[in-house]
């Protein structure tokens, strides 16, 4: 803001940039506040899911480079909403799980999709279908190609003071094309606890060039008495990557505490088209002293 002239009072001045001074800060604050509620809103957990879609997973195989498939979107609230399809490639991490990634990533698949539509609106109660074209290019490796294919909806809404505001939730559902023959092929490599979240980790290889959903059955012993026994439902464990699988061992209010030793974690993971590969299991897990579990309050 310019300097006063003598033709201003000085008061004046003041009052005038006083004023200028809190207009940029008001509107600092609500450019903050609506990059606070896009983050919230941009994940299914931070908010109600407020579409359904089916399948959640796509796992094709290319014929001659192309490969078709439909996921169907349910509105289920009670207002139409915009929703627009795009695509990122993927990875389920180690420890942290599912996690985009860069463009120039290996095995992107986002380049050869195609949306039928790639923008819509869908009634309340309304289900619509989208088709998803692959298109390989003829010079590509043999391999598996991956993409998660986000459903992006844009809901306009009214905040605390009556203003009207815009939520954005998405869904992703992962995809896999498979180019040629692959197949996948899963190693236990180890088990360990881990003490911050009282869980039992298991290390899980995929040595194979195609991703898969794995179960695992387990049962824990100690010298040679069943301790306690489960079931984890299907992990993703990407293609030539390995991936630590979190089984609970304490799911009821006040269950005895494990103590500090040895115990053996036997069980099989179970995969593949109809279930049809099984590997059995067989290892120690040490529990620390430091680490003994307590009863959940």
């Known amino acids: 803001m310019n300097k ?36 919230l809103v941009l994940f299914p957990s931070a908010s109600k899911a407020q579409m359904k879609v089916s399948p959640t997973i796509i796992d094709a195989k290319a014929q001659r480079g192309q490969a078709q498939s439909v996921i169907s979107i349910t509105n289920v609230t009670d207002k139409p909403s915009r929703v627009r399809l795009y695509a990122e490639p993927f990875t389920y991490d180690r420890d942290k799980g599912f996690k985009t ?15 039928s ?9 309304q ?17 598996e190609y991956r993409a998660v294919v986000f459903n992006e909806t844009l809901t306009e809404s009214k905040d605390a003071k009556g203003k009207n505001v815009n939520l954005i939730t998405r869904v992703g559902v992962p995809v896999y094309i498979a180019k040629g023959k692959v197949t ?13 979240k009282n869980q039992i980790q298991l290390l899980v290889r995929n040595n194979g060039k195609a991703s ?16 306690k026994t489960g079931k984890k439902d299907s992990s993703a464990i990407i293609a030539q990557s390995d991936r630590n699988i979190s ?11 494990l103590t500090s030793g040895t115990y053996q974690l036997s069980g099989e993971l179970i995969w593949g088209e109809n279930k049809q590969n099984k590997l059995p299991f067989n290892l120690n897990l040490t529990i620390p002293a430091s680490s003994a579990t307590s009863p959940k309050k």
């Open 4 to 39: 006063p002239n003598n033709l201003i009072p000085k008061n004046m001045y003041l009052k005038a940039l006083f004023n200028h001074k809190i207009k940029n800060i008001l509107l600092l604050a609500k450019l903050l506040s609506c990059l606070l509620l896009f983050n």
């Open 101 to 115: 990634l860069p463009a120039n990533s290996p095995n992107n698949l986002t380049p050869f999709l195609q949306f």
């Open 117 to 125: 539509p790639r923008e819509l609106v869908i009634q309340p109660g």
């Open 127 to 143: 289900t619509r279908r989208v088709r998803i074209t692959t298109l390989l290019a003829p010079n590509l490796p043999e391999g």
């Open 184 to 196: 996948s092929n899963l190693a236990v490599d180890s088990a360990s606890f881990d003490s911050k």
């Open 212 to 227: 898969t959903q794995t179960e695992v059955k387990w049962t824990l012993r100690r010298q040679g008495n069943v301790v």
């Open 247 to 257: 089984l609970n061992f304490t799911d009821k209010k006040n269950e005895p505490a």
